[in-house]
């Protein structure tokens, strides 16, 4: 069982910086994925940045250039670093893993454990 724990979200005004943490158990499983998404309200869940046990990293085109995923698996802590954030980034944050996955997958029913979410407000 993993089990995941976000935090880090507010409210910023657009070009400010979050960084977002998800503290998590069991980061050290050999096959892991994990990712963040976000959830605007009425839209589905999204995809933003996903790391895979080799460190391989992907971002949704949205948010290239602008956020870096990391892991530190010493401390099980997945981060999300924001920057240069814009009124179309606001929405619920959440982190998820999934096991099992060569390179992790992009759609959020494909993963199993998630966390409970953290608001992002970015105002223009």
């Known amino acids: 069982q993993v089990q995941l724990v976000e935090s880090g979200g507010g409210s910023v005004q657009a070009g400010g910086s979050l960084r977002l943490s998800c503290e998590g158990s069991k980061y050290r499983y050999s096959d892991i994925c994990l990712a963040w998404f976000r959830q605007a309200p009425g839209k589905e869940r999204e995809a933003v940045a996903s790391?895979?046990?080799?460190?391989?990293?992907t971002y949704a085109d949205s948010v290239k250039g602008r956020f870096t995923i990391s892991k530190d698996n010493q401390e099980n802590t997945l981060y999300l670093q924001m920057k240069a954030l814009k009124p179309e980034d606001t929405g619920m944050y959440y982190c998820?893993?999934?096991?099992?996955?060569?390179?992790?997958?992009?759609?959020?029913?494909?993963?199993?454990?998630w966390g409970q979410g953290t608001q992002v407000t970015v105002s223009s």
């Open positions: 998820a893993a999934v096991l099992g996955w060569n390179s992790c997958p992009t759609r959020f029913r494909q993963y199993n454990y």
């Open positions: 790391v895979d046990s080799d460190g391989r990293r």
